[in-house]
């Protein structure tokens, strides 16, 4: 039983710890950003160029975030956007990878 009559503050229930880790945060939301677009981009063939480029960015991207994250929530948005990165890459290499003239 409490005795202080001050009322408690409880802090924000929150999956993602979005006031003490904005970093990590921002770095899953940037990577399954990266990674949806590069699996977008992947089936379009006229895309090759760009799918592949961000698909490889996305998936370093997406170790570096997991290498640094704090939470499941982090994880989960995360390994979501490294497999769509590494999806869009295969399929933009598939059509042409990084040689524009193709």
Do not use: C, W
Not at 5 to 24: D, F, I, M, T, Y
Not at 69 to 89: D, H, L, Y
Request: proline share 5%; hydrophobic share 55%; charged share 10%.
């Amino acid at each position: 039983m409490r005795l202080d009559p001050r009322p408690v503050k409880e802090e924000p229930r929150s999956r993602l710890a979005v006031s003490r880790r904005p970093l990590q945060n921002a770095l899953a939301g940037v990577v399954f950003v990266i990674g949806v677009t590069a699996f977008v981009l992947g089936f379009i063939v006229s895309a090759h160029v760009i799918a592949s480029a961000l698909g490889a960015i996305g998936f370093f991207a997406g170790l570096f975030a997991q290498y640094i994250s704090s939470t499941t929530a982090q994880r989960t948005f995360i390994v979501a956007g490294t497999v769509a990165a590494f999806v869009g890459a295969a399929l933009g290499i598939a059509h042409g990878g990084f040689d524009p003239n193709v």
